[in-house]
């Protein structure tokens, strides 16, 4: 035999030196719930091992992770139903306790890259991305309001926008918005491929934004495709996005590889809530080893083509590679 592939494979050492892909720390965007009060943090029953935080809660554990090396968190609020109504204008008032606590996260920790969400969902009384009226999402008018939120967003100091809507013309609409207010430097990673997934199962129970009636699957991708998510990328690349994002990650690996050989922009995956639940009741079980199967996964997501990865195992692996 001349060829003989197992002799890369013969020891750890050998196996390390030829090894095609690698996931560090750095290449890891950690998604933080944030809750109101004070000196308060909940577990989600269904995601062991992630929280609810207060805002000072949120910023201990940011500080946490700044030590694993942890730099990029991707913050979600949860309000009480109290506060929402059909336009979401909490979400641009500039007392509510997110914009606050992205404004004090900067303060603290300057160095660290603070995205966040836009879209209508956690503040709207509908539970939906978009204006409901007569059971229809209306796309043109819910940019105004995403508008706004992107700005208040901005003025509190987030360094990345991440549109998690799927509106038509968002990207170009939060664009001009943001520079027209001279937030010219604020980054948009655009969720370009967002499928209507069963996935995000336990990301409503963390922020209690499910809809109240209907579904997503006016304005989220159907599953079924990937051509239509080349659309969206080019889409969002002509409007202004500097990045790309593929949610669910683990299901839509093809897309992801999809993306990546079709842009010069960096492509982003989202491991969402279902995926980590998945493989962390299986090891609560003892069905699968928890850390192998996150090591396999993350390591899946960057070799299909993510430069960035948005995943609930960040702090997890930062652990795991500090040793």
């Given at each position: 035999?001349?060829?003989r ?14 090894q ?12 933080m ?13 269904s995601?062991p ?5 207060t ?6 554990e940011?500080?946490?992770c700044v ?21 979401a ?27 966040t969400d ?73 969720y370009?491929?967002k ?11 963390a922020?209690?934004?499910?809809p109240?009636?209907g579904?997503?699957?006016t ?13 969206e990328a ?7 996005a ?22 010069q ?7 969402v ?20 199967c996150?090591?396999e996964t993350l390591?899946?997501?960057r ?21």
């Amino acid at each position: 035999m001349l060829r003989r592939p197992r002799r890369n494979r013969k020891s750890q050492v050998i196996r390390d030196l030829v090894q095609e892909t690698q996931v560090a720390t750095h290449d890891l965007v950690f998604p933080m719930f944030l809750i109101n009060g004070i000196n308060n943090r909940e577990e989600v029953a269904s995601m062991p091992g992630i929280f609810r935080h207060t805002p000072d809660m949120l910023i201990d554990e940011i500080g946490e992770c700044v030590e694993l090396g942890i730099k990029t968190f991707d913050l979600f609020p949860s309000f009480d139903d109290k506060y929402k109504d059909k336009y979401a204008t909490i979400s641009y008032d500039e007392s509510n306790f997110y914009l606050k606590t992205i404004a004090e996260v900067k303060r603290q920790y300057p160095e660290v890259v603070v995205m966040t969400d836009v879209a209508m969902d956690p503040y709207s009384s509908d539970g939906h991305d978009g204006i409901v009226k007569n059971g229809e999402i209306l796309n043109d008018e819910t940019l105004e309001v995403l508008g706004k939120m992107a700005v208040a967003q901005a003025r509190a100091g987030a360094d990345i926008i991440g549109p998690s809507d799927m509106m038509d013309g968002r990207v170009e609409y939060l664009r001009d918005a943001l520079d027209d207010n001279g937030f010219e430097k604020v980054s948009i990673m655009s969720y370009t491929a967002k499928y209507a997934s069963s996935f995000y199962g336990p990301f409503r129970d963390a922020l209690d934004s499910a809809p109240k009636s209907g579904d997503k699957k006016t304005y989220q991708m159907d599953p079924a495709n990937a051509n239509e998510a080349l659309i969206e990328a080019e889409l969002d690349e002509l409007e202004g996005a500097d990045m790309l994002m593929v949610k669910p990650a683990m299901a839509y690996l093809d897309v992801i590889k999809l993306l990546a050989e079709n842009t010069q922009l960096p492509i982003a995956a989202y491991n969402v809530s279902g995926e980590y639940a998945m493989i962390k009741a299986a090891d609560q079980k003892g069905w699968l080893d928890g850390q192998q199967c996150m090591l396999e996964t993350l390591t899946a997501i960057r070799r299909a083509g993510a430069k960035i990865i948005l995943t609930y195992f960040a702090k997890e692996f930062a652990q795991l590679q500090k040793g």
